[in-house]
Nanobody, 118 residues
């Protein structure tokens, strides 16, 4: 089992930036990818992006392409989500999971709140 802990959320003004972290511990060789997801109030989980922990290849959802980027530090078992040019509609609880598909993941983090407001 893998434990995932997100951090880095907070309040930011529109146009601002935040970097979220997803730190993994436990049996960290059990997964091939880490996905980032978000859930706004009253909405389903939405995939934001995903990174292969093997080769670093990434995928991004259309609403965040060009603004968000995912990177990894395998030595620290940590995956990062850099969010730039944030918009009010980006506000949500952001979580990471051990798959690019939320429903297929075996482990999920507890999430970190991102608020985008002036």
């Amino acid at each position: 089992q893998v434990q995932l802990v997100e951090s880095g959320g907070g309040l930011v003004q529109p146009g601002g930036s935040l970097r979220l972290s997803c730190a993994a511990s436990g049996v960290t060789l059990d997964y091939d990818a880490i996905g980032w997801f978000r859930q706004a109030p009253g909405k389903e989980h939405e995939g934001v992006g995903c990174i292969s922990v093997r080769d670093g290849s990434t995928w991004y959802a259309e609403p965040v392409k060009g603004r968000f980027s995912i990177s990894r530090d395998n030595a620290k078992n940590t995956v990062y989500l850099q969010m730039n040019s944030l918009k009010p509609e980006d506000a949500a609880v952001y979580s990471c999971a051990t798959d690019c598909n939320w429903e297929h993941a075996h482990d999920w983090g507890q999430g970190t709140q991102v608020t985008v407001s002036s």
